[in-house]
Each structure stands twice: as structure tokens, then as C-alpha cells.
């Protein structure tokens, strides 16, 4: 009868105590006496991931082999699954079980890999590997993809080339500061043409030349009733109490000297009011959703005024209407072409240009971009001399005025 044997559990181990083993890439091994084996372990033990990684080197006369447990060479098997090995003791017949590590040991010979590695990394990129296998295994339409495409790298870098030698002669014809004054008059032009109210420049009439009704449809101009009215009934203290508050000097101006009875009355109150909402919306750069709430304005307005001079972006998760520079200069045209209907097409820029709050050059801009006719009040004797003398205006002239564009440049001030 056989010998019966008992397992004996080895206890608790460490990652040193862990049994190695080994299996050679090129074969069996007949006789390992020959073989001295080491290992290696890694120097920082603190490092959970670092501190099982080894290195099992086996060296003979002729040659050396060498496998490890970490990196893209090691066996997979190591993370999937644990292996034990048993080590049976003939004389007690107990086998001690202990946990073990697979090497697979793959022959090295020094010098040879390391050069061809760094020769492939530093010539050969991801790219140029592919396409050497498609030229020597690829299929016909894999061949004709790769020699178009490399058809259209030369053809790209050709035309990157032109567009270069190009971009550098009218750069040393015209010089650098005259083309960069020729983009900022062109963005300048463009950026104000683009914010002009629906006009009709054939016009046989001057108040058909920016249609009222693209400015405030019947059905707009009629939700206007009740702040209109509000407007029709201050008093002229109450007009004098907003000039010295700060409000808007255009609304005031033509609350002064609106008709007295009378649909034009009526008409000229609901504009004012109008008139007031868009210079309001100027003032501002973020404008809130109860804007407009305070005054009494109708919700058609308030959506009207909302998606044509608002720019909706995102802050924290929230949509907000934003006032930006190009939907300012829109408001400031817009408002222009309200004032010329409320002022029999003339109207006047210094006021305007205060209640929206840009300069008196960018106010000038705009008119000349709508192709109004620029006027100056003669001077006059009395008070009123200072302010008329100041005051720029401009009207509707048939047909309109087409101006130069050009940009001013001011001369240096000589120091002494």
C-alpha cells in the first residue's frame, strides 16, 4: 500500500516568500545545474504597485536569460489567477503549500535589443509602420488610399508654401501697418453694416427710406397704448424732475414738444416710451428677466427687445442676455432711425449719443453708415447759443449719402 502524505499550510507570507516558476520561451530545460539563478526586487517597498514587482534572471556559459512579473513582457496568468506550488518533505511525508509567481525567461543578448528599440522609436512613428504594412501586405484599395493621400500631402504643403511666399510680397508691397488699418476699417464697416435697420435707399419718400412699420409693427405700436398714455400724462415738473434725476434727454425732449391733441400725439407718446426701453437696454451689459417690469412694459415689447438686441449665453448652469458691443451699435441705429420718425427725420445726435452712452464719434458712425445727411444749427443770439452751437444733427436727404470710409489719425503732440 502507497505511503499516504498530509498538506501543511505555510501561513501567512510576504511577497519574498513567494515561490518562482520559471518557463523558457525557447524550450525544456534538460539539466538547470549549469544555471545560476537570481532575482531582483524593487528598491521602494513603501509603493503598494512597485514593491511586488521582481526580475528572475537565469545565466549559463552561452547564454542569459531574463523575464519579470510587471510591464508588457510579463505573463498575464500572474493577474488573472494564483497559483500555489506544494514542496513535499520525504522523510515527515508532509508537502508545504506556498504561494508562486510565473517567469517566462526569454534569451537576451546584450546590446541587440536596446539599440534596435531606440533605431525603431526614433526613425519609425506609428504612421509610417502602417503604411510600410499596407505597401507589402495591404490590399489594391488600400495601396491607391495610401498614394492619394500622400498625393495631397505634397499637394497641401505646395499650396501652404504659395499662400506663404504670397502673404509675405503683399506683405512687403502694402507694409504690415497699412493692411492692419485696411482690416480694422473693413471689420469696422462690416460690423456697423450689419446692425443698420431694414432700409430702402430707392425711396420716393424720406419716411419710407426705414419703413416705421419694421420698426414697431401695428401690433406692437398698439400693446404701447397704456405706457403711452402714462408718457402723455407727465407734467412738466415731472419732465423736469427726470432731466435733473439723469433720464433720458431724447425721451424728454420730444415729451416737450409733441402735439397737444390728436393721433400723432398718441403716436409720438407710445415711440417715447419705446424709445426709453431701448435706451434703457444701451445702459446695461447683463440684463435681467424683470427688465422692463417696473415701467409697465407690454410682454410683446419686452420679447421683441429681448431676441433682437440680447445675445443669450450660459453662466453657472443659467441662460443670461447679454448687451454686447455689436448689439450695442444695433441699438444705437435702431434708435436713430426711432428719432427721425419722431422728429420729422431729423434728429439729434449729441442728445442720442449721451442716453446711450457712447462716444460722440461712434454716434457720427452710425449716422453715416444709414446714409444721413450731417446739419449744424446756425448760431443763435441768447441762451440758447451755447447749446445749439453744440448740438450735431442729422436728417433724412434724398437719395442718401454714400461717405468714404477712413479712419482719422491723430498728430503727435511735439514735447519741448
Not at 175 to 203: D, I, K, M, R, Y
Request: include cysteine.
Amino acid at each position: 500500500m502507497a505511503a499516504s502524505c498530509s498538506f501543511v499550510c505555510c501561513g501567512e507570507e510576504n511577497e519574498s516568500d513567494k515561490a518562482a516558476i520559471v518557463r523558457f520561451s525557447n524550450g525544456c530545460v534538460s539539466n538547470a545545474e549549469p544555471l545560476e539563478f537570481s532575482t531582483y526586487k524593487h528598491t521602494d517597498e513603501k509603493n503598494p504597485r512597485k514593491k511586488s514587482r521582481r526580475i528572475l534572471v537565469a545565466e549559463s556559459d552561452r547564454l542569459s536569460y531574463v523575464g519579470q512579473n510587471f510591464g508588457a513582457e510579463s505573463m498575464k496568468c500572474n493577474t488573472l489567477c494564483k497559483y500555489y506550488v506544494g514542496v513535499l518533505n520525504k522523510q515527515t511525508m508532509q508537502m508545504e503549500v506556498h504561494n508562486a509567481v510565473l517567469f517566462n525567461l526569454q534569451p537576451v543578448i546584450p546590446g541587440e535589443t536596446s539599440a534596435a528599440k531606440a533605431q525603431d522609436t526614433s526613425t519609425t512613428t506609428y504612421r509610417d509602420k502602417v503604411d510600410m504594412l499596407i505597401e507589402a501586405f495591404g490590399t489594391n484599395k488600400q495601396k491607391r488610399a495610401l498614394v492619394s493621400r500622400r498625393l495631397n500631402q505634397v499637394g497641401s504643403n505646395a499650396l501652404h508654401n504659395a499662400v506663404a511666399k504670397a502673404a509675405t510680397s503683399v506683405i512687403d508691397k502694402k507694409g504690415l501697418e497699412a493692411l492692419q488699418q485696411e482690416v480694422a476699417e473693413t471689420e469696422s464697416q462690416g460690423t456697423v453694416a450689419s446692425h443698420l435697420p431694414p432700409c430702402n435707399p430707392n425711396a420716393d419718400k424720406r419716411e419710407d427710406v426705414y419703413p416705421f412699420d419694421e420698426l414697431l409693427s401695428p401690433m406692437e405700436l398698439a400693446a404701447l397704448e397704456a405706457p403711452g398714455s402714462k408718457m402723455a400724462a407727465l407734467t412738466p415738473e415731472e419732465l423736469q424732475k427726470m432731466k435733473d434725476e439723469g433720464g433720458s434727454l431724447s425721451v424728454v425732449r420730444h415729451l416737450e414738444t409733441m402735439p397737444t391733441v390728436g393721433e400723432a400725439r398718441e403716436r409720438t407718446s407710445r415711440c417715447a416710451f419705446y424709445l426709453s426701453m431701448l435706451l434703457k437696454m444701451a445702459r446695461q451689459k447683463n440684463v435681467p428677466h424683470k427688465f422692463g417690469q417696473d415701467e409697465g412694459c407690454p410682454r410683446i415689447i419686452k420679447n421683441k427687445l429681448f431676441k433682437t438686441f440680447t445675445v443669450e449665453t450660459f453662466n453657472n448652469g443659467r441662460v443670461q442676455n447679454i448687451v454686447s458691443t455689436s448689439m450695442r451699435v444695433k441699438l444705437a441705429a435702431y434708435s436713430l432711425a426711432l428719432v427721425l420718425h419722431m422728429g420729422h427725420m431729423t434728429a439729434d445726435l449729441s442728445l442720442l449719443h449721451r442716453d446711450l452712452r457712447i462716444t460722440e464719434a461712434k454716434m457720427i458712425e452710425v449716422a453715416k453708415s444709414m446714409g444721413l445727411s450731417m446739419i449744424k444749427p446756425a448760431r443763435t443770439k441768447g441762451s440758447e447759443a451755447v447749446l445749439s452751437d453744440d448740438h450735431r444733427q442729422a436728417t433724412v436727404v434724398l437719395p442718401l449719402v454714400k461717405y468714404d470710409q477712413f479712419v482719422e489719425r491723430r498728430k503727435r503732440r511735439k514735447m519741448h
